[in-house]
């Protein structure tokens, strides 16, 4: 430096430190000072310039901004290379000036040429506001400020004009120049801004706005101002977008796998190394079964790692989050050593006053620069985290599309909708937490550093303490991770059991078990609280650890500090630095058993996604879509197929040529695999060998009608264009104008989830409608014609599929049941037993004489053929008028034509559920057709009004502030005296912390007045005494809390829902998906279990810890108060902004998440219909957008975050500032200890200001639980289960007459009635039969027998007893339904006969015995406690029949009701019903809701129904001889 500045003086402490007026030296203000802004821009600039060329966003007009900016920075060159002219002018006039004159300014001059260059090269690549060059400039003023107050010190004595004056003009131009750089350029052109209407203010925002988060002001203000709703939201950055993350996921995936397949692995050598040696000499030694197992090994070698992906994909842009902690990490440790220099300060008599104040502004300055850095941090790691998110679950939705069959079965819908919700999930709290891993052991070390210097050795018996408290820690971490899967698995099984009961409801409410199974529910929640209360247990000590912890450290560290040595003396800086340090430590510690097993949660979570992953795809090439020129438009040579690739053969060595434009019917019994060969063809088996080829496009109607959630015509449409005239033709075609005129939006009606609000008829020809207008080229068509009546599925015939319909000159396919329409059908394939038995048409056939001869034979020839022509001639005569009613289908009510069709259609179903693969899942169909009740009985005029009104109410997210009342009702729950008491509690523990805290403060006063000695170990025991009793009301605390109080309080409000939800009457579960209530049972239950406790109790202890602050602050320095006051203001006004718009944005958020799984759930149910119709890439799109829809509201609340953190952190920097400043002006009066506390304390407050407010919108958003349950818990219930005063006697009804006394009913308050004044008598042990056209009201008549419908006039009594008048379970468990879907639960067979366990082994072996079941179950190796899946899939649909049939045997009442009861089962399955009902039911009454009029020709009556009345009531001969509607149904059914 001498050389450089001559004779300069460089520094002098006299002149800087030792005086009140203090100022730099000259040498020091030449050089130094300009240096440093000059050497940051060129060390940045390179690395900037690198980014700005790789991320070009467009760019910007010249603006006069920058114009005025560019010219400045000309100007500030041209200005300092004036002092640089100037020193040569000098030198020329032989005045030598030293070095330092003509460097600085060239070097000055330079850097100004680089800013003004980046300033045009940020326009070109259209950087809006600047950051480099916004700390360039602040550093720059703030260098000048000191030259510039040194000049204005001494300016009388002015010798250099020329630079005095140049001087003032680069201060003022600089000082212009940053002021210049806080405004933002226009967006560059073409960019989003401009052409979005709602876009992100972030991305014009400027560099000030970005660091502050200000530019979220704006949205925080809107949603004080009035709730925010979804319009309100930004759209979503570009880069954050479904469209650029997950195809960007995917190919680092595609790149990861591909890799994986090129790599031998050292597995996979060694496999070949087996094989070769033994192969060379004795071919036959390595049987293929051995080489299949070496292969397998070769496939296991090497997996792909996602993890790699995951970390290309988004690894650099987490860097630049840690390159930030890394930064806030360092600056963290500054803080203490000013603390230090502070206490010091205060024992200085004579110091200098600006020293104290600098220190507590350099505090301030450390702490806010902390405070802005951490937020950019976090604000990194949560955009990655975000962005994962998505990628991960754009990739498993696009692999969900392409997934074989066997890897479907691997994984429920269940478990892979939580790979979406649960995995992605983990990976996002992971993220954030993810710099921790390395931040920590640097935080320890750095601070054990410190702490070394400050008091030697004793530090490691702290230390000691702290890592004792590690293993302690992560073991109870461990524990409380096996109990979280435990309990996790209670939870699962809650929910499933929940779930099936949701589903089969109805059935629940018919056999009176709601008891039943309510029990077994609560049997499943008290286990799952037991686990909860061992947990309770474990986070009490983890939570005492904890909070202890760094009281502990300082103790034994004190403790051992003093003793060790006579001479060590423990005075305030050593103690509360130590403090200071020891609070720093707290925090790595405590995060790093969390991150570890935040990592294994997320490692085990990777595993799963990646296994996922890696499933095997359907191949695409297994089917040859190429359009060849052959006749043949569907050509299968010698294919074998199966349903995986280990499974044997399900379709063995199949050959069929189908020729262009023909019709094919396959047909064959149940199991035969007519399913699997229409599977084979869209290419989901797995081909094992042959070919298969198809021309052109395909279209598919699944036997199961896969509906979504849109509207009908969106159902019908699937993507194509709207076509008017060509829609309109479709829908006659299918028979569904009527339908539309019924529905309550026309084609616009909302279809509820899996169709709920159609019938299965209606299902099935949307299904239809939707093929028929997709103008494909090959139609495969897996029996539509079951599920809508026999003259429905004529017209269907005839209008669409058969030879002059709409699908003349079309390749159709069609799997049928319907005999009669085989002799239209150009070819006839039948299978048997997975083999092609014979091919031909109906004639060729029927010479043959063989399988297909013997199944016609069976079946009456006769009957069908003059059946055929009657229907046509009828249906020719009056198809006018016969129409519109009936084409509703609302259920297969019609009388079908003959025996046969149903036969066919029940077969059909039991091969759905042989093949419980199927398609669709087939616990999808016994839940779809259960739902549809009827919903149509209500006039057309009537639904006119109600257009468009939306069957399923959309789920209501409550807004503005959550209601005293909800925590009102939580308090009520834990108990009001143990919540006062609880809070007492709290505030004990605090007031033991303050003491202890206070105590320390005292004992460091001792070093001044030299009193150590004598009082060391009363010091120690009485700060041991304080720091335990403290620990000590933690624990009790935490156990009455959380084990106790709130426990209570989840087991009650758990239980008060379910009770309501039990009690709900049918018209409930109607109206409110399943989900959504599964969603309160899951989501907002487990809330209440462990989220809500865990809040408050952080709640608590921070709001304590916060007042102590205050507490302690206004104590030592009273002027305190005055800043305290405009502090907690601007606080209170920061939460309230912040609370209302965050609680919004969750709202929001979580009410845009669920449609993201229930359009992933709809995806995997229907992935072959998607994959048929090739719509694949749309429903990409389609859940992206959701997706994206979901992070639209989930960016701000993690902004929100941010926007509050630097608020609430400014708040508490200011604090820490006034703490010290108060302390520098009382420090005569203050003792060094009381300032060591006073801002050591103060330090700690930003941390608990900022939990506190997030704890309290945390507690606001999470208590909405509480009132979500609460509001299911006061649904409306249906009558009594029991009335005391009025219990029929035990054996009652003791004959079974019914009466029906002028008896209307309808469906929902407001709809017309379903049953207008119907009066019969019904004497004991008649059998009635019920028919009627679709809407007659026949199946209300059961549901009014059992009171799932309540009358709206008149009575009905039964054996004298009026029904309304005596409790539900008593009326339900005296009477009996065979019900139209059969519905199994999961459990036991014995438990799905009797779940109450009334009955003994014996008479349940004989009712299995009487229903046909005995045979099948005493083969199976459980016999009565074989398990049945969810929905009995593992019992094909005729076997759930007869279970259904069974629990009728056993229960035994005096009235039966049957309900359509026979559509599931083939002929004989149904004679054998038909009888056992005829033997056992003797002398029961019967009412069968007739289905196919053969089986009631036999019964005492039959009560025809129309329009809600009765018609006809007489017995079947006189009806018939009477020539009315029945003789024109019996005609229809040619039974006359």
Known sequence: MKHLCGNLTFWDSNLTKHTNLPDLPACFQLSILPWTPCIYLWLTSPFYILYLKRNNRGYIMMSILNRIKTVLGLILWIVCWTDLFASFHEMSQNQSKPPIYFVTPLIVGMTMLLATFLIQYERLKGVQSSGVLFIFWTISVLCAIVPFRSKLMYQNGVEDKLRFTMFYIYFGLTLIQLILSCFNEKPPLFSSVVTDPNACPEITAGFLSKMTFWWFTGLAIKGYKSPLENKDLWSLNKQDSSELVVPNLLSEWEVEKSKAQSEPSVKEQAAFRKTSPDAEPNHVSVSPEEEEVLLSKRKEARQPSFLRALLRAFGPYFLIGSAFKLLQDLITFVNPQLLRMLIEFTKQSNAPLWWGYSLAFLMFGTSLLQTLILHQHFQYCFVTGMRLRSGIIGAIYRKALVITNEAKRSSTVGEVVNLMSVDAQRFMDLVTFLNMLWSAPLQIILALFFLWQNLGPSVLAGVAVMVLLIPLNAFIAMKTRTYQVEQMKHKDERIKLMNEILNGIKVLKLYAWEVSFKEKILQIRQKELAVLRKTAYLSALSTMAWTSAPFMVALTTFAVYVNVDERNVLDAEKAFVSLSLFNILRFPLNMLPQVISSIVQASVSLKRIQDFLSHDELDPESVDRRNNASEYAVSVVNGTFSWSKQDQATLDNINVMVPQGSLLAVVGHVGCGKTSLVCALLGEMEKQEGQIS?????????????????????????????????????????????????????????????????????????????????????????????????????????????????????????????????????????????????????????KQNGAFAEFLRNYSLEDIIEDDELIVSLVDADEEEEFPEDALSNHTDMVDNEPVVNEARRHFMRQMSIMSNDLENPKKMSRRRRCSERKHPESPTEKKELKMDKLIQAETAETGRVKFKVYWEYAKAVGPFLSVFICFLYGCQSAASIGANFWLSDWTNDAQSNRTQDQVSMRVGVYAALGISQGALILANCLLCRAYSMLKAAHQTHLHMLHAILRAPQAFFEATPSGRVLNRFSKDVDTIDSVIPENIDIWMRTFWYTVNVLIVCSALTPMFLIVIVPLMLFYWWVQRFYVATSRQLKRLESVSRSPIYSHFSETITGTSVIRAYGRNAAFVLMSDMKVDENQKSYYPGIVSNRWLGVRIEFIGNCIVLFAALFAVIGKDKLSPGLVGLS?????????????????????????????????????????????????????????????????????????????????????GGEKIGIVGRTGAGKSSMTLCLFRLLEAADGEIVIDEVKISEIGLHDLRSKLTIIPQEPVLFSGTLRMNLDPFEKYTDEEVWKVLELSHLKKFVSNQTSKLDLECSEGGENLSVGQRQLVCLARALLRKTRILVLDEATAAVDLETDDLIQSTIRTQFEDCTVFTIAHRLNTIMDYTRVLVLDKGQIAEFDTPTNLIAQKGIFYGMAKDAGLV
């Open 694 to 846: 198809i021309r052109g496009s395909v279209a598919y109607v699944p036997q199961q009608a896969w509906i979504q959630n849109a509207t009908l015509r969106d159902n019908i449409l699937f993507g194509r264009p709207y076509v008017e005239q060509k829609y309109n033709c479709v829908l006659e075609a299918c028979a569904l104008t009527p339908d539309l005129e019924v529905l309550p939006g026309g084609d616009q009606t909302e279809i509820g989830e899996k169709g709920i609000n159609l019938s299965g008829g209606q299902r099935q020809r949307v299904s239809l409608a939707r093929a028929l207008y997709s103008e494909a080229d090959v139609y495969l068509l897996d029996d539509p014609l079951s599920a809508v009546d026999a003259h429905v599925a004529k017209h269907i015939f005839d209008k669409v599929i058969g030879p002059e319909g709409a699908l003349k000159g079309k390749t159709r396919i069609l799997v049928t049941h319907g005999i009669s329409f085989l002799p239209q059908v150009d070819n006839i394939l039948v299978m048997v037993d997975g083999h092609v038995s014979e091919m031909g048409s109906y004639q060729d056939l029927l």
């Open 1239 to 1323: 801002v050591s304390y103060a330090l700690q407050v930003t941390m608990s200001l900022n939990w506190m407010v997030r704890m309290t919108s945390d507690l606001e958003s999470n208590i909405v639980a509480v009132e979500r349950v609460k509001e299911y818990s006061e649904t409306q219930t249906e009558a009594p289960w029991i009335v005391k005063d009025k219990q029929p006697p035990p054996d009652w009804p003791p004959k079974g007459n019914v009466e029906f006394v002028d008896y209307s009913v309808r469906y929902r308050e407001g709809l017309d009635l379903v049953l207008r004044n119907v009066s019969l008598k019904v004497k």
